[in-house]
């Protein structure tokens, strides 16, 4: 057991912070300005009706998500038990 007087760091100041807080990431700002960035791209640039189009702005949001997916998980995955 760990002794009381030990203390947790806070949440703010933690270098991996506590799952589902991803919205404070780095990574997931960068991922949804880069999102932002697409859509306003391909708006100007490429058809809406375009394949294309459909294709870079789901891959935008795809990493948006996965951002927020990956701080979900455990910060240390559980290994398979050898039987």
Request: net charge positive; charged share 25%; glycine share 6%.
């Amino acid at each position: 057991m760990r002794p009381t007087t030990e203390r947790e760091p806070d949440d703010a100041r933690r270098l991996i912070p506590a799952h589902g807080g991803y919205r404070g990431l780095k990574s997931y700002q960068t991922a949804e300005i880069a999102y932002d960035a697409t859509v306003a791209f391909c708006d100007r640039f490429i058809s809406q009706r375009s394949r294309t189009h459909d294709q870079m702005v789901q891959a935008a949001r795809s990493g948006k998500q996965n951002v927020a997916e990956g701080s979900m998980a455990p910060a240390h995955p559980r290994r398979p038990s050898s039987s």
